[in-house]
């Protein structure tokens, strides 16, 4: 992808200082315990906190699509577990705002909540309120009313910022509070709107007026974009330009296929850090798409392996990966084209599970947090290679001398191993690497290495390495350093000593040689070796691991300096307490530990004190409690009702809306008279029904039939069609529809055609040309053999205030919605006994509905989710609910979702819950229904634990 390069004119005092003053107060006490302020700088190398230079590694996550605060820190602390220190995070105006000057930041929404969980664990925030967010969300973000406000979106038009001021009044204030600079918070930047590439006069004039609006607001911290180079310099600059970048695209469907990785070191604006605010971390799928599980094979650990690397050789010490951890669209939140999942393909599942990307971004994270000397780096001259197909992309750190190497395919596209030395210029001479015989450096496939040479921390000197550094602390009174290669391939270290140490090796095959430079060890990457070095002025231990045996080693810095673990699934934090070390993680079957913390000498995990004995390598041995086995039940028991009373032509709906509007603010054209799109009436989300009424008697032409155009957006749109009670026929994947009215359907007098519709959500506006606004329900109705007014139509479709605690996406307009029988399911008396998988030959909508009972272990974080498995042929929709919480939209005959993550929260794995789902069959094939089970994703023994959503309003 080629962008322009922008470099800014002039750079104002070389870069931005910012600090929040102290709130002024009168009371002694309370000004002497006033928090630090912090300042938030940055020049043309990195951003520096405090004056501290410092690699923002950032991963995206949206609280929005996980509606479970209590598993917001789950994502942070795996965030951080995995070398992350930032977390970039959209705030959806839509999702707070259900009503034009109403807005909600509780429960799910406390965003006050989710910013002091970031901070709790240890990770930076990069805030992105918009107004306008894009995000594969309904309407990018936009407030669903806002669809009948006939504004210029992401404009200078004054009714539009009228409103967009209105949200930033409300997010600013949240965010201003939980700024780093006032010491508070963690909030370290502000994004200002997204993805905007309007250059013209009036693009400039909006991106000024979101700015000033940031800035009366109270936001203090650096303004920075992702509008690739559209506002470096001029009015509506950004304090720091960023770049959105999708190298790979969309295409799921052909995972192995690869694009070039860009040259990133083209876009470094002059007096900037080199920013990616928006870098590939999976892909989103459509309906009917490949799935998710290929969205991860073509954005894979190999992906981040080259990309990420190749970026961080290009330059860049500000990066952020879209997504990290995905999440669920729940509710009616997805774009037309997205189904419910939001996986992504990212390195954190849907279920909140590792992807192998997990542990290769942990390994990079890392290393980027051990090895200060990447903060602040030039191009050097390449190392020599002589494998052709290679190519050495060279960088130092001016002020050390420490050199970076990433070694990789000249094509980046390319799969072949390939074997070379590589010749290095260095302060102790001139190196081809690896020296010893018969030994390679290899480039396996789709990979590159990141070395390090003349590289020194505290008392260790690494001259070189073939293997890459994973990352190296000061434990005690030793420097330990964790080595990694791709397994069974070479390695060799070299080390400055000044005279011969002494070496043990406590575990693996590691040859020593001393000669005139250093002591050179040689080794095949295996398992995890241990070698201890001593004669230095501080000894050494190192672990020399392949890319697997790194999976389980975690670090976590305390108070009293570095801790590093080896062993356990997950190691989310220490700290030490009156002499204690407090270990919290998750365990799995395998429980044997090993931990490397200086002077602890008692141990707790996850509050339980864990017996210790000392190694030879000086390590603790633990023995961690296993997960105890998880058996799901069967869901069974099911009962249904029907739910399309709109169907029967004595239905009363004289409490329905009038479709009587002749004038629309969408950009939609009507095709008829009046105006019968759905949000012009104020129904939003999911179903509406539409009913209308022709006479039949002397005097009236009765219509023969109608012909109907109806949008419900992309190919998972829907639309049933019924002639009092009598089933006409359905429409999918199209927006054109005609239906015949056979004679012996037509009855003296009242007549009623009955149209269910579905709103797949709103598109976004990403160009700024109001397609929030594109019509959603029926666009035209055109009578067959009668004048255009001889059907009067009504509609009814979903209300917002019915369930303000789930929030404005929740419901649709189906009847069972409207009476929140997710919620309230009635009377017992009216749901009968059923079975799955139905088998049903009757069109229209069903409700099931089952109780389960969990007793599942405690201590443990099991994740859960449903499962619809269907027989071949069937031709339904169906929205799943648990414990009134809208978590999936299902379409069985389009696809390709059949498993829904449903978070504990909205789920109890500890009391009675209550699975509800509303089924729409769409023909009269046999069928309904699949089967429907409980699947488990992952279970372990873990300190989270999470507290139940209520299931009233």
Not at 177 to 196: C, F, K, P, S
Not at 856 to 867: N, Y
Request: with cysteine; net charge neutral.
């Amino acid at each position: 992808m080629t962008r322009t390069q922008w470099i800014k004119a002039a750079l104002i005092a070389s870069s931005l200082a910012l600090t929040a003053a102290a709130p002024a107060s009168t009371d002694t006490r309370a000004a002497a315990s006033a928090p630090k302020t912090h300042r938030i700088t940055f020049d043309k190398y990195s951003f520096l906190i405090d004056g501290k230079r410092t690699y923002i590694w950032s991963g995206e996550f949206h609280p929005y699509r996980l509606p479970s605060p209590g598993l917001w820190p789950d994502i942070f602390q795996k965030m951080k577990a995995a070398g992350f220190n930032t977390a970039s995070i959209y705030f959806s105006w839509g999702y707070h705002s259900p009503r034009d000057g109403q807005y909600d930041f509780s429960g799910v929404r406390d965003l006050d909540k989710l910013l002091d969980d970031a901070r709790d664990a240890g990770i930076y925030v990069i805030a992105r309120p918009g107004p306008y967010i894009n995000a594969e969300v309904d309407s990018g973000g936009f407030p669903l009313w806002l669809t009948e406000k006939p504004v210029r979106n992401r404009s200078p038009d004054p009714a539009y910022l009228k409103l967009a001021d209105q949200w930033m009044t409300q997010i600013d204030r949240i965010l201003a509070r939980h700024q780093l600079t006032d010491g508070r918070g963690t909030v370290i930047a502000y994004q200002v709107e997204n993805e905007y590439y309007n250059g013209s006069p009036a693009g400039r004039a909006y991106m000024q007026h979101l700015e000033d609006k940031a800035r009366a607001d109270g936001i203090t911290v650096p303004l920075v974009g992702n509008h690739n180079a559209t506002f470096v310099t001029g009015k509506g600059a950004v304090d720091v330009s960023g770049w959105d970048y999708y190298p790979q695209g969309f295409d799921c469907s052909h995972p192995s296929q690869w694009k070039p990785a860009p040259d990133m070191a083209a876009h470094h604006f002059a007096g900037e850090p080199l920013f990616t605010a928006e870098f590939q971390g999976g892909a989103f799928d459509p309906w009917g798409g490949p799935g998710y599980a290929k969205c991860a094979q073509l954005i894979n650990d190999r992906f981040a392996n080259v990309f990420y690397k190749e970026n961080i050789a290009a330059g860049a010490t500000a990066q952020n990966f879209y997504m990290l951890y995905g999440g669920t669209s729940w509710g009616w939140q997805a774009i037309p084209q997205n189904y419910t999942s939001y996986d992504y393909g990212a390195a954190i599942t849907e279920g909140r599970q590792f992807d192998p990307k997990y542990y290769e971004d942990k390994r990079i994270g890392y290393f980027l947090h051990a090895v200060t000397p990447i903060t602040k780096t030039n191009p050097m001259q390449p190392g020599r290679l002589d494998d052709p197909r290679l190519i050495d992309r060279a960088r130092i750190n001016p002020d050390t001398g420490t050199q970076f190497h990433l070694v990789r395919h000249g094509d980046t596209t390319a799969s072949s191993v390939e074997q070379a030395h590589l010749t290095l210029s260095l302060k102790e001479g001139r190196f081809s690497i690896p020296q010893q015989a018969g030994t390679t450096l290899t480039i396996d496939g789709r990979e590159s290495k990141l070395l390090l040479a003349d590289y020194t921390f505290d008392a260790t000197r690494m001259i070189y390495s073939t293997s890459e550094l994973m990352t190296i602390a000061t434990i005690g009174s030793r420097d330990v350093a964790v080595l990694y290669g791709r397994h069974g391939t070479d390695g060799e270290t070299l080390l400055g000593f000044a005279a011969r140490p002494k070496v043990t090796v406590l575990a693996g095959h590691v040859t020593s040689h001393w000669e005139q430079h250093g002591l050179r060890l040689d080794y095949r990457h295996d398992g995890l070796a241990q070698v201890l070095i001593e004669g230095g002025s501080k000894p050494l231990l190192l672990l020399i691991g392949d890319n697997r045996a790194t999976q389980s080693i975690w670090r976590q810095d305390t108070s009293r300096g570095p801790v590093l673990m080896i062993g356990s699934h997950l190691l989310r934090s220490a700290h030490y307490d009156d002499g204690t070390l407090a270990l919290t993680g998750d365990g799995d079957s395998d429980t044997h530990a090993w931990l490397f913390a200086g002077d602890a000498s008692r141990v707790t995990w996850n509050g339980r004190p864990l017996s210790a004995t000392r190694t030879a390598s000086g390590a603790l041995a633990l023995t961690l409690p296993a997960p105890r086995p998880v058996v799901l039940p069967t869901l069974d028991h099911w009962t249904r009702r029907t739910g399309a009373p709109e169907i029967a032509r004595n239905f009363d709906d004289a409490h329905w809306k009038i479709a009587n509007r002749t004038t629309t603010s969408s950009v939609t054209k009507p095709g008829t008279l009046p105006v019968l799109f759905a949000d012009d009436y104020g129904f939003h989300t999911g179903n509406t029904w539409y009913r209308g009424h022709f006479t039949v008697n002397t005097g009236h032409v009765a219509p023969t039939g109608l012909k109907l155009k109806v949008m419900s957006g992309g190919k998972a749109g829907a639309f049933t069609v019924w002639l009092n009670g009598h089933f006409l026929g359905s429409v999918t994947g199209s927006e054109l529809g005609a239906f015949s009215f056979p004679s012996r359907m037509i009855v003296p007098g009242d007549n009623v055609v009955s149209v269910l519709t579905v709103d797949m959500g709103h598109e976004e506006d990403y160009d700024s040309t109001g397609e929030n606004r594109t019509a959603r329900g029926i666009v035209s109705a055109e009578p067959v053999g009668a004048t255009a007014n001889a059907i009067t139509w009504r509609l009814q479709g979903a209300i917002v205030d019915e369930s303000p605690l789930r929030g404005p996406y929740n419901f649709g307009g189906l009847y069972g919605e409207r009476r929140e029988w997710p919620i309230k399911p009635g009377n017992p008396a009216d749901w009968h006994p059923a079975t799955l998988p139905a088998d049903t030959s009757t069109p229209g909508v069903t409700w099931y509905r089952t109780s389960v009972p969990l007793d599942l272990p405690k201590g443990q974080d099991t994740s859960l989710g449903l499962q619809i498995k269907d027989p071949p042929g069937r031709h339904y929709r169906a929205m799943i609910f648990v414990n009134g919480w809208q978590m999936g939209n299902y379409v069985a005959d389009l696809g390709p979702q059949h498993r829904f993550p449903i978070p504990d929260g909205v789920i109890d794995p500890h009391g009675n819950n209550n699975i509800t789902i509303a089924v729409w069959k769409t023909d009269r094939t046999p069928g309904g229904l699949g089967r429907v089970s409980l699947v488990d994703f992952g279970s372990y023994t873990s300190p989270i634990d999470v507290s139940t959503i209520p299931a009233g309003k």
